[in-house]
């Protein structure tokens, strides 16, 4: 009776730590940090002997093998400090995988995990909706307080906290019936006006046709077809404001000269970019450039076994972008935008493989479980890291590996779960 009433406080205690790491993500980095670190030594203290036998799953297997990877990138680069100093960064994936795995992840540790996601979502953005209408009354204008300036006060990226936003709209969509009608109400105002300042494209785009799918999916009676046309009339409201509007129109800009760009190591041939020219690149066709210089320095260097390495990634690409005019005091310093790239041109062909290939499991074992919030998840997530490189940030380690974890640990404890039950009955 102690044993049960000890492990049931333990789990309470494990679930409210989760809880608190998905709602510290939504604030400063180092309190998301110090919930990080307070759920693992919770967890080194209570330790549990049969975490042993989970740490033979796929999904707590790949952070440890890729830290390893990681480190002897790091070890082996010739900026060998930039290397090391990018080891504790890549720990926070193996430490997340460890408290997932010690807890008892069931449907109630996910929906308390989110729920606590939610609230601190709401009030989150709620404090930086206040703090834009100040900036406005002092003068300020509504362009001014949009993207990076929307995010600032909590020195938080707008892709990352959109990404955050859009995961408490989606629990509020699945679980939202245990929610006040008022909450839910005020709730998805906020967190549309706030994913519609974070402004970030591709999170705004998936999210209008995920919901378009799963209103369309619904549409089995008049309430349900109001709900759609509401939801259209929104999302046709956020796309329309002038700063959402103006960062797609100017941002998905493409040129037909743009593909007439080829990379090459012979200088004399290289396309040297103008001052006029610069200016006018989109964010759409400066991608595509990073991305075709990328792919071809690496393959032409001879690094596409073993990447550029943890450590010299960074310098390889600044000398890259100068060579063609894009640096300095333009680009200098920016990662490739696309971490698949970004996993080919820093680790070589066989981690980029290893890393599709745990984003295939990571999709599958979503589909296989047939929850909405862990595919909406995978897909947002998968389709942002086409735009993207989030895993090089302690936010975007976190949020990515953390839910991730977390959603297939849910799925293998309720198998593990089933088979017990068939083969005691």
């Known amino acids: 009776m102690l044993a049960q009433i000890r492990n049931h406080n333990t789990k309470s205690v ?4 989760l809880g608190l790491v998905a709602a510290a993500l939504l604030f400063k980095l180092n309190i ?3 919930a990080v670190i307070l759920a693992v030594v919770y967890n080194i203290v209570f330790f549990k002997r049969e975490t042993l036998k989970k740490l033979k799953s796929f999904v707590f297997v790949f952070p ?3 830290f390893v990877i990681t480190v002897l990138s790091s070890v082996f680069s010739r900026n060998f400090q930039e290397g090391i100093r990018s080891i504790d960064l890549n720990l926070l994936m193996v430490l997340l995988a460890f408290i997932v795995a ?9 929906t308390t995990v989110f729920r606590f996601l939610f609230y601190a979502a709401v009030l989150s953005v709620s404090a930086l909706l206040v703090h834009v209408c100040i900036k406005v009354f002092n003068g300020a204008s509504i362009t001014s307080t949009v993207f990076h300036e929307f995010t600032a006060l909590y020195d938080q990226h707008p892709v990352y906290y959109a990404i955050l936003l859009s995961l408490a709209l989606i629990f509020l969509y699945v679980n939202g019936q245990s929610i006040s009608k008022y909450v839910k109400a005020y709730a998805v105002f906020v967190l549309i006006v706030g994913l519609a300042f974070c402004a970030s494209k591709a999170v705004l785009f998936f999210n209008a046709v995920a919901y378009t799918v799963l209103l369309v999916l619904k549409l089995n009676n008049l309430k349900a077809k ?3 046309v509401l939801g259209l009339l929104v999302v046709a409201l956020v796309y329309n404001t ?3 509007k103006e960062r797609f129109v100017d941002g998905l800009k493409f040129h037909k000269s743009t593909l007439n760009f080829k990379p090459t190591n012979v ?6 970019f103008t001052y006029e020219e610069k200016q006018a690149i989109s964010d759409l066709e400066l991608r595509y450039i990073m991305a075709t210089l990328g792919i071809y320095h690496t393959l032409e260097s001879g690094n596409a076994l073993t990447g550029f390495g943890e450590g010299d990634i960074q310098d390889n690409l600044d000398y890259y972008y100068l060579s063609y005019n894009l640096a300095p005091n333009w680009n200098e310093g920016k990662n490739i935008h696309n971490q698949y790239i970004h996993m080919f ?12 290939c745990y984003m295939v499991y990571s999709c599958y074992m979503a589909i296989r479980s047939k929850s909405i919030l862990h595919i909406f998840f995978i897909a947002l997530v998968s389709f942002v890291f086409i735009f993207e490189v989030i895993l090089v940030r302690n936010i975007g380690i976190i949020l990515f590996y953390f839910f991730n974890t977390l959603l297939i640990a849910k799925h293998i404890y309720f198998e593990n779960s089933n088979f017990r039950n068939k083969r005691h009955s």
Do not use: M, S
């Open 14 to 17: 494990q679930d409210v730590l």
């Open 32 to 34: 998301a940090n110090l």
């Open 64 to 66: 440890v093998v890729f």
């Open 102 to 110: 010690n807890a008892t992840v069931n449907t109630k540790t996910v």
């Open 226 to 228: 109001l709900k759609f």
């Open 242 to 244: 002038p700063f959402v």
């Open 267 to 272: 200088y004399p041939e290289k396309k040297i």
């Open 345 to 356: 041109i820093t680790y070589g062909v066989f981690t980029c493989l290893f890393f599709i």
